[in-house]
């Protein structure tokens, strides 16, 4: 009972808010309630801070969205990519909120109470090892794939995927062909073969973590003691002791090169495609692949012609007179800077024209092509002179009887 009565009072000093009806303190008399302790109300204030609040997450929020937070906060504050001075004191508190909250009994403990059994209870003093990998996953933008992207930190990393734009002119759109792309991407360094390490130097195992590339840290808090897996700080992972560097790349194994990539766009490609074109990213490290290159497409317009997948409309003006009477009319194709179309006697405006497989190819079907429209735009004349006047009113008279 006395710790019973002790958590009631350190909830209330942790949050008075949260649980003004919480079972346990309701059964409390007010005058029998023990002051605390001046240690233990120095160890609520510790805990204070929220631990969503500290992910940066809701209150409440669910497993997953806790797992992400996490994620987030540990590539931004993990000593090993954060050198400021906070940054070991800041992922200390993350990733013990992130043990409390991974675990779901003390993630609904804590949910209720607004703190787990401090210092007593059946687990709560045991040690947490949170799992750099998920940190580690996000960092190399593995996951998802299942399993594609080596995790291990000592081998090999796959490269970045790169993204290039290029903007094609209408008809290399519909009609494919051959396009160059500049690219800048990063490649096995020629000098080192990639290792990073300068042609004969001595490399030996690093002696901070005898070549296992991590170090193990415990860190004791009133939550328990933390078991946390750091990449060892001598090596930065590798497990490596190196005599001396590559010059070329100074020790990264990658060099950045500008080069002109050849793409050969299918026909049919419109604005939003995008193309693949493997193994041109950035060179993996420690032997790892390289990444690819996608390469999103744009279309540039073209005066008069508009496409809608594989179908293109043109417009034609044509006279009133050639539009009763019926015309033969010279127009722009894809395939044809003069082609002949015969509009009909009695054409009305607005009328549409369809020439068949005159349109654009189907996606990467050269023979598999749309239809061309024509909408007949029929032009009025606005002023006639005396005599065209007078044969207008003829004919209307005529037409009219
Ligand atoms: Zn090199």
């Given amino acids: 009972m006395a710790r019973a009565l002790l958590l009631c009072c350190l909830v209330q000093a942790v949050n008075p808010f949260v649980l003004p009806g919480a079972p346990r303190a309701a059964a409390v008399p007010a005058q029998r309630r023990p002051t605390p302790h001046p240690r233990h109300r120095g160890t609520a204030l510790q805990m204070a ?99 594609g992207r080596q995790r291990q930190r000592n081998g090999p990393i796959q490269g970045d995927d790169l993204r290039a734009d290029l903007e094609l002119d209408f008809k290399s ?77 100074s020790g990264q194994g990658v060099s950045r090169k500008a080069k002109q990539v050849s793409v050969t766009i299918p026909c049919g490609v419109d604005t939003g495609n995008k193309l693949r074109v493997a193994g041109e990213g950035d060179a993996g490290t420690k032997g790892g692949p ?26 034609l003006s044509v006279d009133a007179y050639d539009a009763i009477l019926g015309s033969s009319e010279v127009i722009e194709t894809l395939d044809e800077p003069s082609f002949s179309v015969d509009v009909p006697a009695g054409t009305q405006p607005g009328t549409k024209l369809r020439l068949k497989g005159k349109g654009a190819p189907a996606l990467g079907k050269a023979a598999q092509r749309g239809d061309h429209y024509v909408v007949v735009d029929v032009a009025i004349p606005k002023k006639l002179d005396g005599e065209a006047q007078k044969l207008v009113e003829q004919l209307r008279d005529a037409a009219r009887k």
């Fill in 290 to 315: 390289s990444g690819d290159l996608y390469i999103f497409l744009s279309v540039r317009g073209m005066p008069g012609f508009e496409r809608d997948g594989v179908d293109v409309t043109t417009r």
């Fill in 173 to 249: 759109a519909c009609f494919g062909g051959q396009e160059k792309v500049r690219i800048s991407h990063l490649e096995k360094c020629e000098t080192c073969s990639g290792s990073g390490v300068k042609p004969g130097a001595k490399v030996t195992s690093c002696g901070t973590c005898k070549g296992g590339g991590v170090v193990m840290q415990v860190t004791r808090t009133p939550l328990g003691s933390f078991q946390t897996q750091t990449v060892c700080p001598t090596c930065r992972g590798s497990g490596q002791s190196v005599d001396a560097y590559c010059t070329t790349c």
């Fill in 49 to 147: 801070r929220d631990l969503y609040e500290t992910l940066g997450v809701a209150r409440g929020s669910d497993e997953r969205a806790v797992k992400r937070a996490f994620r987030e906060a540990a590539r931004k504050w993990h000593p090993d990519v954060n050198d400021t001075p906070e940054a070991n004191e800041r992922y200390k508190e993350i990733s013990q909120a992130y043990a409390t909250l991974s675990d779901p009994e003390k993630k609904r403990q804590y949910d209720q109470f607004g703190t787990t059994g401090l210092g007593g209870g059946p687990g709560g003093g045991g040690g947490v090892e949170v799992n750099l990998e998920d940190i580690f996953d996000s960092f190399f933008g593995g996951g998802g794939g299942g399993g």
